[in-house]
């Protein structure tokens, strides 16, 4: 198992507390062994294995709980003689209907720590968020970073072979069963990884019928990462290619894909009008290694998977991210995190003419401003900007 250390610690921080502690992330992205991971933490904190009730709601025993009720009968089966407290670490729980009201009276019936995992951002809405009203803290988890690649390879940061590495990152991303693969077995591992996310956790559970217009609209965004769309740009393209399809449909599945954690949105911010526009919006696929199995393993366009890149990493270490629009000028990202604001530029080398770090400067304000380099360049500042290489900014 590959540690998951940062992780793991957000999980501890709230052990013993009053907090359910709620796991999400798109499949196969390494939430069953961080709860697994969690499991053989408290029991090396001395806590009883009889006081651990580990579920995985996926297992083939358990795919005779399908309700609340079933969920109850299966809890009240598991409860231990004892008075001590109870740890309930439930995975995968969205395949129960009507957990949360079970989940909500283990909350206040016992002596209980609980954490939950799930791959689906509706976990959180609803009827959750109303019997929970804050009592809950979201850890969101995603693919393996840099950092954590190089530890699964066991690498050291300083080693010759970073940038090498690195390639194999950006063109195979960071699910944990793909990294520790032989590369032979990549692409395989991917296809089956991305067949699972769209087939059971977005078709099957929504009952889509037609797969067909929603690969393809998986495939639109994945060719197109980085490029603003919309649903009558996506609706238009795909009826020209002989995908007949219409913009509430492609809303619909939009949304079933931000869902499923498999692609992320960010909207456009105007800076100097301080609001969003609600024209335009950038998507961005939450693992590289995906985006190059959903387009067929098509080379080129560096610069838009370098910025997906930055986008999931921004994302991993804990900033809100929305693209930014200043007049007729764009800036890549917009960072956001409690009272910091960060802005970044992305670029696969630095060009010629300073058009990336002018458009930074146009931004009158005193936040930290960034362009990031898909080459390395001996050039660490552009009047006033800092430059990085995107390896060196990863290992941060």
Do not use: C
């Amino acid at each position: 198992m590959i540690l998951r250390d940062n992780y793991l610690q957000e999980l501890i921080q709230f052990k013993d507390t009053d907090f359910i502690k709620v796991i999400t992330g798109v499949r196969r992205s390494g939430k069953s062994v961080l709860l697994m991971q969690y499991r053989d933490y408290l029991q090396n904190q001395g806590v009883s294995p009889e006081n651990i009730i580990y579920l995985n709601l996926e297992g083939f025993e358990y795919q005779g709980i399908k309700n609340a009720d079933d969920f109850q009968l299966l809890i009240q089966e598991k409860l231990p003689d004892s008075n001590d407290k109870i740890y309930f670490l439930i995975d995968e729980i969205q395949f129960v209907e009507g957990w949360q009201k079970i989940i909500n009276a283990i909350r206040v019936s016992f002596n209980a720590d609980i954490a939950i995992t799930g791959s689906n951002a509706n976990l959180l809405s609803g009827e959750l968020a109303t019997l929970l009203s804050g009592r809950y803290v979201e850890i969101k988890l995603y693919p393996l970073s840099f950092k954590e690649f190089l530890l699964a390879k066991n690498v050291d940061s300083h080693s010759r072979m970073v940038d090498k590495l690195y390639q194999e990152y950006e063109q195979y991303g960071g699910f944990p069963s793909v990294v520790m693969s032989a590369e032979p077995l990549k692409d395989t591992m991917l296809s089956g990884i991305f067949d699972s996310i769209v087939l059971n956790d977005i078709a099957h559970r929504a009952g889509v019928k037609d797969t067909h217009i929603l690969k393809s609209v998986i495939l639109f965004l994945a060719d197109n990462v980085g490029q603003l769309v919309n649903p009558t740009k996506i609706s238009n393209t795909l009826t020209s290619e002989r995908v007949p399809t219409s913009n509430h449909t492609i809303g619909k599945y939009l949304d079933l894909l931000e869902n499923a954690f498999l692609f992320y949105k960010a909207k456009q911010y105007d800076i100097r009008g301080k609001g969003y526009l609600k024209t335009n919006a950038k998507y961005f696929i939450v693992d590289n290694g995906l985006r190059r199995h959903a387009i067929g393993r098509k080379g080129a366009n560096y610069a838009n998977r370098l910025e997906n890149i930055v986008f999931i990493e921004l994302l991993r270490r804990g900033y809100t991210v929305d693209v930014g629009k200043l007049d007729s000028k764009e800036i890549d990202f917009i960072a956001r995190k409690a009272d910091e604001i960060l802005y970044v530029q992305v670029a696969y080398e630095i060009p010629d003419n300073t058009h990336e770090t002018d458009n930074l400067l146009h931004i009158k304000d005193n936040y930290k401003k960034i362009l990031i380099t898909g080459r390395y360049f001996e050039q660490n500042e552009i009047d006033g900007v800092q430059v990085k290489y995107i390896v060196d900014w990863l290992l941060e």
